[in-house]
């Protein structure tokens, strides 16, 4: 009898994750990357363009791809809960703004590269799956890039991206969730360090 309820509940939590997995189009999502960094190799990496159009080109993908206000909420992990909207938008603002110039530089990293992309592997988050690629270098191993995107209806936006086996969202939440703790002044200290930062970019 206590083996058939195990089964029965394999079943079920089988039939589950099934369901769970359904929610994202995998396909869809890859299709969403491989136009997304094609449309950053052709506008972007390997265009003639002056830096500033090519700065403001990549803020407009940037913006366009990425679902900031969930990477956000991420990033500042339980702080978000008790931050004020003014706060929160303050946050997003200057957060969004720093990516903007931090990647657009390093995206130069990238010139005259292509992402051989991999398939895609499940996610345990709803909604969400991961899209693998790699990215072939002139002097080492291929680097590993694996983009996390969410399915909401049928848009698709990237919500952290992988490089090397290290999370930036992960990475960007520590960091912050340590410089909050520290800060006499919190998340508000936290947002001023950042505004110098994209000051010195």
């Known amino acids: ?12 939590f089988s039939m589950f994750a099934n369901i769970a997995n359904a929610e994202v189009d995998a396909a869809q999502a ?11 190799i052709s506008e972007i990496i390997n265009s003639k363009a002056s830096q500033a159009e090519r700065d ?16 956000g909420r991420f990033v500042l ?15 997003i603002d200057v957060y969004r703004r720093l990516n903007v ?3 657009s530089k390093r995206f130069d990293d990238f010139t005259g590269k292509e992402f051989i992309f991999k398939g895609t ?21 291929p680097a590993s890039v694996v983009w996390r995107v969410k399915q909401e209806g049928d848009k698709f936006k990237i919500v952290d991206i992988i490089i090397e086996n290290v ?12 410089f909050i703790k520290k800060s006499p002044d919190g998340l508000n200290g936290l947002i001023a360090d950042l505004q110098q930062k994209l000051k010195q970019e």
């Open 167 to 178: 999370s930036l969202a992960i990475t960007a939440r520590n960091e912050y969730t340590a």
């Open 101 to 103: 110039k931090t990647w």
């Open 121 to 141: 592997s499940p996610s345990s988050s709803n909604n969400q799956v991961f899209v693998n690629t790699i990215v072939p270098m002139d002097q080492a191993q």
């Open 77 to 91: 992990g339980r702080y978000w809960k008790t931050a004020s909207e003014e706060q929160r938008d303050k946050f």
């Open 56 to 71: 403001a080109r990549f803020e407009k993908l940037f913006n366009s791809a990425l679902d900031l206000k969930f990477i």
């Open 1 to 12: 009898m206590k083996y058939k309820l195990l089964s029965i509940f394999a079943i079920a």
């Open 30 to 40: 890859e299709l969403f990357v491989k136009n997304t960094t094609q449309e950053g």
